[in-house]
């Protein structure tokens, strides 16, 4: 090419402006356990966090069935899936299929028709042994039998036409079950083991980040959150996720005979929970749909990723007075749960605590964080605006997180500035917020911070508070029935 420049000629530089990074809001990690025998490998599918974009990703990953009760993550696999039909969801199954085991049994079972069935839930089927009905011949799988899962988790053992077992009426089956009643609250909570360098529980919660380039915005535990220890460990992983992002918790309030199992108790068991932060969002009772019971928790989990992905990933709306798909209210004993509008508000929003009424078919009632009514501020009350905070912060810290370290000049400052109004004004233009602006103020950036590499800046988001209570003040006015009634003289 040719050094001496006669004519005209065109080159692009790049944009100076910042492209903003949004994220999906309202994305839920949850933890708990899972029937990893039904898994596509079991042994992998312990404290490790997977990315479910579908239904068969979550039962391919750890396991499902509908046992809500022993394998709590199949309550928020369901809800999200089925139920809402959203997406994506983290799921930590802290179920150990080599620690989380009962102990060795046998059963005889028949074979018609060349199968027979071990109807017994969590068998794993590695640990499988098929011998005739004395237990002196042991039969070999892939060549006297198949041994697969039924849609119930039954274990099928299908006999081969030419394998030894194929004229055998009884056979005696020998295996090893996972066992979720020996799933404990440390074990939900996590640790870091300092001589294996491995990480437990909700310790996993950091690196879904990195791992799968996701934000939780939830964090929840249907099944276990309505321990305190759980509920406030859950809280405190909220707080700071991969050293940079927020979330909020989702969590259960106890509703058996130690908690509340009706309504008059449900503000004595929140403060002795302690539950009293904005980012700890409290829901009240257990749900029933058809014949599943489950924690409300992952029913609303899974409402709040629905609502936030129809307005493009935004979660700036309450979940109060949206539908819900449940049937009805049931405390832990399985008693359904009466409530009417009066008892939910006094009783559960007074509080800080969500319900649900049936208005016109069922809905989620109440727009209070637990920090409600200690505080009444709008930035700690109201979980919407809560929410939108959240996600506005996470979006900055993922935006800008690629100048951290540039050079503290003018350039930097404008087109950070520049950058976030822009995102702001998209907000405000689709109606998610009432406005919000960002500035550089120099009597908040001494000289000194500046040289010690440290700038602020400061934002202000007006965010729109629910309409908790419309009233409209009707009047007789006689004068209009006299008009009416002289209009109408001749």
């Known amino acids: 090419m040719s050094n001496y420049k006669h004519g005209i000629r065109t080159s692009r530089a790049d944009t100076s402006l910042i492209v903003p ?33 579908k239904k068969e990703d979550a039962a391919k990953y750890v396991g499902y069935n509908t046992d809500f009760k022993n394998y709590t993550l199949c309550q928020s696999i369901y809800a999200t899936f089925d139920v809402f039909g959203t997406g994506p969801i983290i799921l930590i ?12 049994a046998s059963k005889e079972v028949s074979v018609i028709a060349g199968r027979a069935v071990v109807e017994e839930q969590g068998i794993l089927l590695d640990q499988l042994k098929v011998t ?17 899962f039924d849609s119930d988790g039954n274990v099928v053992i299908s006999v081969t036409a030419e394998g ?52 939780p915005g939830l964090l929840l535990a249907p099944g276990w959150s309505h321990k305190p220890a759980v509920a406030l460990a859950l809280n405190a992983k909220a707080q700071l996720i991969y050293s940079l992002y927020g979330a909020n918790v989702l969590i ?56 936030a992905a129809d307005r493009d990933g935004v979660p700036s709306q309450t979940p109060s007075n949206k539908a819900i798909q449940i049937s009805a209210l049931v405390n832990e004993a399985g008693e359904e749960v009466e409530i009417d509008m009066d008892a939910a508000n006094d009783y559960c ?22 920090a409600y009514p200690s505080s009444t501020d709008p930035v700690k009350r109201w979980i919407n605006v809560v929410n939108i905070f959240t996600y506005i912060e996470n979006n900055f810290k993922t935006t800008f997180f690629q100048n951290v ?48 590499g440290h700038i602020k800046f400061h934002e202000r988001i007006g965010g729109y508070t629910p309409a908790e209570d419309i009233e409209n003040v009707f009047e007789f006015d006689p004068t209009i029935t006299q008009a009416a009634l002289e209009g109408g003289a001749e």
Not at 23 to 52: E, H, K, M, R
Not at 276 to 303: H, I, N, R
Not at 413 to 426: K, P, Q, R, Y
């Open 21 to 53: 990074i949004t994220t999906d809001g309202n994305i839920q990690c949850v933890i708990g356990t899972a029937p990893v025998n039904l898994a596509a490998d079991p042994y992998s599918t312990v404290n490790q966090p997977f990315a479910a974009y």
């Open 93 to 104: 199954n802290v179920l150990d299929p080599k620690k989380h085991v009962a102990a060795e």
């Open 132 to 148: 005739d009905e004395s237990g002196e011949t042991t039969y070999t799988v892939d060549e006297d039998y198949i041994a697969s």
């Open 164 to 215: 030894k077992a194929k004229q055998a009426e009884t056979l005696k089956a020998t295996f090893v079950k996972i066992d979720p009643t020996m799933v404990k609250e440390a074990d939900i909570i996590g640790a870091y083991d300092v001589q294996t360098r491995k990480r437990s529980g909700m310790e996993l919660i950091g690196s879904v980040c990195a791992k799968f380039n996701l934000i």
């Open 252 to 307: 259960d309030l106890d509703s058996s005979e130690d908690g509340a199992p009706s309504y008059e108790k449900v503000k004595e068991t929140k403060e002795k929970a302690a539950l009293t932060e904005a980012s700890e969002w409290v829901v009240w009772p257990k749900v029933k749909v058809g014949d599943f019971m489950y924690y409300y928790s992952a029913q609303l989990g899974a409402k709040l990723q629905k609502m």
């Open 349 to 370: 929003n007074a509080n800080g605590v969500i319900t649900a009424i049936n208005m016109n078919g069922w809905k989620c009632w109440g727009n209070n964080t637990a």
């Open 405 to 452: 370290d540039d050079l503290t000049n003018y350039r930097l400052i404008d087109d950070v500035v520049a950058t976030e109004n822009l995102s702001l004004n998209g907000l405000q233009g689709s109606d998610n917020i009432a406005g919000g602006v960002i500035e550089f103020n120099h009597d908040e950036n001494p000289i000194t911070e500046i040289m010690a």
